[in-house]
């Protein structure tokens, strides 16, 4: 077993405030994170009607539904049609879109 000498106290004991610190930030950091996104996703049916594309789907999504909040058009979009598994952005009436939204 090797033994190891402390040569400068005051630069060691630096050293582990440093490293306490650190992973202190850390360990609050990955907590907060937690903690805050136990806000539960759900997913709501929107039955499409008759003249709506998904465009204006995205656009009333994006005015209405917080989970949107703050998003670029094109990624609500993209969202919408990843999530219902679209090919295209070709939606027809009488479809049905699942849509997420904050419980």
Same mark, same amino acid.
């Given at each position: 077993?090797? *033994? &190891? *000498?402390?040569?400068?106290?005051? #630069?060691? *004991? @630096? +050293?582990? +405030?440093?490293? &306490? +610190?650190? %992973? %202190?930030? &850390?360990?609050l950091g990955i907590y907060f994170n937690y903690a805050s996104s136990k806000t539960e996703i759900v997913y709501k049916t929107k039955f499409i009607t008759k003249g709506e594309t998904l465009w204006s789907i995205a656009e009333k999504e994006? !005015? !209405? =539904? %917080? /989970? /949107? #909040?703050?998003?670029?058009? @094109? *990624?609500?979009? /993209?969202?919408?049609?990843?999530? =219902?598994?679209? #090919? =295209?952005?070709?939606? /027809? !009436?009488?479809g049905e879109l699942l849509i997420p939204t904050y419980k």
């Open positions: 077993m090797m *033994k &190891l *000498k402390i040569v400068n106290k005051i #630069k060691f *004991k @630096r +050293a582990i +405030a440093i490293l &306490l +610190a650190v %992973s %202190s930030v &850390l360990i994006l !005015e !209405e =539904n %917080s /989970y /949107y #909040k703050n998003q670029d058009l @094109r *990624k609500v979009i /993209y969202d919408i049609q990843h999530i =219902n598994d679209l #090919k =295209n952005k070709n939606i /027809y !009436e009488g």
